[in-house]
């Protein structure tokens, strides 16, 4: 699997809920803590190519997956994948 990076913030929920899937299903990720890095939503939006409302936002590889529960049903997807 391509590396997975999630955009997000240490405070929020279904950003450490992402980071939990990628740890519980051993898939290669970035953290960027944009707090810690000073970023904001338009900065993410000016990286992905979309504008940014909520966080996560999550990419695998270059695929720009949306928030979490986008990335959860992408995972759930491609579970046969990550298997092998």
Known sequence: MEQVTIYGRSS???CMRAKML???MQL???WVDMVAEGMSKADVAEKIGKPVH???QILV???YIG???E???YVREHA???AR
Do not use: R
């Open 12 to 14: 929020c929920g279904f």
């Open 22 to 24: 990628c740890e519980s």
């Open 28 to 30: 290669p990720y970035t």
């Open 54 to 56: 909520t966080v996560p």
């Open 61 to 63: 590889g270059q695929q």
């Open 67 to 69: 928030g979490y529960d």
């Open 71 to 73: 990335f959860s049903v």
């Open 80 to 82: 046969a994948e990550f």
